[in-house]
């Protein structure tokens, strides 16, 4: 993934859990300049960020049960991991 779609992922998921760019450096323990930088593109993201963020999506999404707010590239594999989890059961 180049850095580019690393900017634009983190800024949809950002914007669909409706966080605020402070909100979003808060939950990865960044400062908010730091958060910044990566949406701005004047630092290469990490990808150990984009996964904690894409996790924090995840969270959300169960716990408002609103699967819209996995992120999209993550989206048909958490169906199918929801899936095998219901299959187990």
Known sequence: MSEREKMQELIAIRTALGFTQSRMA???????????????????????YLRAIERIAMLYAV??????????????????FARMV????
């Open 26 to 48: 808060h939950e990865i323990d960044m400062s908010l300049r730091d958060y910044q930088a990566f949406e701005w593109g004047e630092a290469e993201i990490p990808d150990i």
């Open 86 to 89: 219901e299959a187990g059961s």
């Open 63 to 80: 716990r408002h049960q609103d699967p819209m707010l996995v992120p999209p590239s993550m989206r048909a594999e958490a169906m199918q």
